[in-house]
């Protein structure tokens, strides 16, 4: 992770991935994070896609198109539920439930810059892969130095 350069000083600006089984080998979530510019990115696939309106237009997405993030507070299933969007008309999945709590978090930090695009789409792959979305966390927040 740290390290150690010159004067006692350490080097964190490695990135750390994690890899989250979640039931199923396929399903995976990667967490990518760079400490130097208080950015995350996070790799997903689409969760109950073929559920919603993801399943009538997949055809047309496109990669690196952007995707909005809506809460869905009154969700019965899922109290963190996030809700994918295309246009903010077309619902296309959620984002997964192992996930959801720090995406929720995440939205509702006014510290925060939260936004996501399509990463890839596969038609050729299982229900659950088809759709995968990179989501962008970047901190706001600036740390000032006392002199």
Not at 44 to 70: R, W
Not at 71 to 86: C, H, K, Q, V
């Amino acid at each position: 992770m740290y390290k150690k350069i010159k004067n006692g000083e350490y080097d964190n600006s490695k990135h750390i991935t994690c890899i989250v089984n979640h039931q199923d080998n396929y399903r995976r979530i990667i967490i990518n994070r760079d400490y130097k510019v208080k950015k995350y990115h996070i790799d997903f696939f689409v969760a109950g896609y073929k559920y919603n309106n993801g399943n009538d237009i997949i055809e047309i997405l496109s990669k690196n198109e952007p995707v909005n993030l809506i809460r869905e507070n009154f969700n019965p299933y899922d109290p963190f539920a996030t809700a994918l969007y295309i246009d903010y008309s077309i619902r296309i999945g959620y984002v997964p439930s192992v996930i959801s709590p720090l995406i929720a978090h995440k939205l509702e930090d006014k510290k925060n810059n939260v936004y996501a695009i399509i990463k890839n789409v596969k038609l050729d792959v299982d229900d659950e892969c088809k759709i995968e979305i990179r989501l962008f966390i970047e901190s706001n927040y600036n740390f000032k130095k006392n002199s």
